[in-house]
């Protein structure tokens, strides 16, 4: 059962304060939420610090990382306005089936060698196959024994069986993001419903499977959307909550859409911290592009981040990421899925 905490009235409250009520068990109200995201530019570091008390509070100074494969690319028949693998997408990007068990083994090599925690399975298209189910399950128990990393796969619109065929293959997680509120949702796609989304999730919980939900912040979207997005996954109280930041990608219909900055999507970050203390939360898509010089800041909300390229964009150099993390003083963390074989391969040198 999902309890609710007291709620926090907090209208005169200080940013610092705000962290007080949090750390203290209350919630957030959507005034405040939506005081962060309107606050003016010069409260952004008390707003930062506000967000960096809770976030050390729950995760220290640790920063685990994610790998994603794209295990299936294009050949979407959803048309999801964001998306360069949806099929009203006209950028020129790779498509291909689902890939072999070769192939994702190798992602999960570099996953591991990359210092994450976690490898991502993600294939493109409304909901798998039995038989995608099948093969995805087949190379995850591989993947488990070789590396034992911990497993997240996005796979669509998931059917209960097949959520418990993951689960009992060692997945550990499901992502399917949200994306966006429930209000602004049929603007940016109208193949599959906000309610679909709901019941996958829902499905997957009772599977046994931890969920990842987050959103895409910057579509054209307004302020109450995403405090909306932020209030709905602190009431379903996911275990993880990755938060993308458009990359407007040529030959999709939002390619020209371009309206964040950077201190902004640190204040969507804070908020989003205030409003899911607990929740892993993840810098996702769009970082170097939308927090771009400020992208160690981000850390002081969230605790994760994606490593290496994206599913159809490429994202900085590993090592750059390393020295970011290093530089303040934070450290890579496998977190509560720490295995030897992962550790071992951490700590062995590898071929540049």
Not at 28 to 55: E, G, H, M, P, S
Not at 112 to 121: L, P
Not at 176 to 185: A, D, I, Y
Request: glycine residues 6%.
């Amino acid at each position: 059962m999902i309890s609710t905490p007291s709620v926090c009235e907090s209208a005169q409250l200080s940013w610092h304060e705000m962290a007080d009520a949090v750390l203290n068990g209350q919630t957030l109200t959507r005034a405040d939420a939506l005081r962060i995201l309107r606050a003016d530019d010069d409260q952004l570091l008390a707003i930062l610090d506000a967000a960096y008390r809770v976030r050390r509070e729950y995760f220290g100074k640790s920063v685990q990382l994610y790998y994603l494969k794209n295990a299936k690319s294009g050949l979407c028949p959803e048309d999801c306005t964001y998306c360069s693998q949806s099929k009203i997408s006209e950028a020129p990007i790779e498509k291909y089936a689902m890939l072999n068990a070769e192939r994702l083994l190798d992602g999960a090599r570099k996953a591991a060698e990359s210092k994450s925690r976690t490898y991502c399975i993600v294939a493109s298209g409304r909901g798998p196959t039995d038989r995608e189910v099948d093969h995805v399950a087949g190379v995850v128990r591989q993947i488990k024994d070789q590396y034992g990393l911990h497993i997240c796969c996005c796979l669509g619109l998931l059917k209960p069986e097949q959520a418990v065929r993951l689960k009992e293959a060692g997945v550990d997680r499901i992502n399917h993001n949200l994306n966006t509120s429930e209000r602004f949702h049929d603007e940016i796609c109208t193949t599959h419903t906000f309610k679909d989304r709901l019941e996958t999730l829902d499905i997957c919980r009772d599977a046994g499977l931890e969920l990842c939900a987050g959103m895409i912040v910057g579509m054209g979207e307004v302020h109450e959307d995403v405090v909306d997005v932020a209030m709905k996954l602190a009431e379903l109280q996911v275990n993880s909550i990755p938060v993308n930041f458009l990359n407007s990608i040529d030959g999709t219909p939002l390619e020209s859409v371009r309206e964040l900055d950077p201190r902004f999507c640190l204040r969507v970050l804070a908020m989003f911290r205030l409003t899911n203390p607990k929740a892993e939360l993840r810098i996702a898509g769009g970082r170097e592009v939308n927090l771009r010089s400020m992208q160690a800041m981000g850390l002081y909300a969230a605790n994760s981040m994606f490593v290496s390229d994206y599913l159809t964009t490429p994202g900085q150099k590993a090592e750059e990421d390393f020295h970011m993390i290093a530089d303040l003083g934070f450290e890579i963390t496998a977190g509560d899925y720490e295995s030897s074989k992962l550790l071992d391969l951490w700590n062995t040198p590898q071929n540049s």
